[in-house]
């Protein structure tokens, strides 16, 4: 995977599919900071919200490096590619997108309890200038599918036992340290690690999450499910010094 600098943003990326990137870093002289709603935003309040909070904080659109988005239900592939057509829209609008190459980090899951009625922002990292600042990261979502073919190569498709849970649980640990790596980190630069699964993964968490590093400042579980049909078990995670909450509205 290519590592690309995007200066008009203050952050490099890893280059993946045109809805986004595999992960993102802040460029020398810069810091990123996450932002989480109180309560999901839908998808075109929350770009306006998203848009008045870089304004405030003297930051292009450009900034935007990172998002974390809700949906009600897991989509079918070709709903899926739907909406990731639309989503982008806005990306392109901004300044972020050159043809098919997104620099926007993003995972999107979905809340297996009191889900949102539509699409929504959970939450947004954007760089802001900082000269001092550690280096800082986010590492997009990853579900247990390879990438890049006509379809979804899901790992042990239709499968929910503790050993098919297992292989799926390794192959998304291996994507992500993979894309750390490709940023020059590792689980001890990490400031959080989310696991999105409504499957009993934690009989295999010492093993397979917390003996190889990913429980360093916890694990947060989420009961959600990945967002497309069929898939189990996603997580992402960040090396992000500086976050905070912000009202809905």
């Known amino acids: 995977m290519a590592v690309t600098d995007f200066p008009a943003g203050g952050y490099r990326y890893i280059e993946g599919a045109f809805q986004y990137s595999c992960g993102v870093a802040a460029l020398p002289g810069h810091r990123i900071t996450r932002v989480r709603f109180h309560s999901p935003v839908p998808i075109a309040a929350g770009f306006a919200r998203i848009g008045a909070i870089l304004a405030a904080a003297g930051r292009p659109l450009t900034a935007f490096c990172a998002c ?10 070709a709903a899926f590619v739907a909406f990731n057509r639309s989503y982008v829209e806005p990306l392109r609008d901004w300044g972020l997108l050159a043809g098919d190459r997104n620099p926007v980090a993003r995972s999107n899951v979905c809340p297996a309890i009191d889900p949102p009625r539509e699409p929504s922002f959970y939450a947004f990292s954007f760089t802001e200038m900082d000269n001092e600042a ?116």
């Not at 974390?68 to 592939?77: G, V």
Request: glycine residues 8%; negative net charge; charged residues 25%.
């Open 134 to 249: 550690v280096p800082s990261f986010v590492i997009a979502g990853c579900a247990e599918a390879a990438e890049g073919g006509p379809s979804y190569r899901i790992v042990r498709a239709g499968e929910t036992s503790l050993d098919a849970m297992r292989e799926k649980v390794r192959f998304v640990m291996g994507v992500t340290e993979h894309r750390m790596a490709e940023l020059g980190f590792g689980w001890s630069d990490t400031t959080a690690t989310h696991v999105y699964t409504i499957q009993n993964v934690f009989p295999l968490a010492v093993d397979e999450l917390i003996r190889r590093g990913a429980a360093k400042a916890g694990l947060h579980w989420h009961y959600n499910r990945p967002p497309v049909t069929g898939l189990e078990y996603e997580m992402d995670t960040r090396g992000v010094m500086h976050e905070r909450i912000v009202p809905a509205i």
């Open 68 to 77: 974390e988005l809700r949906s009600p239900e897991p989509f079918t592939e």
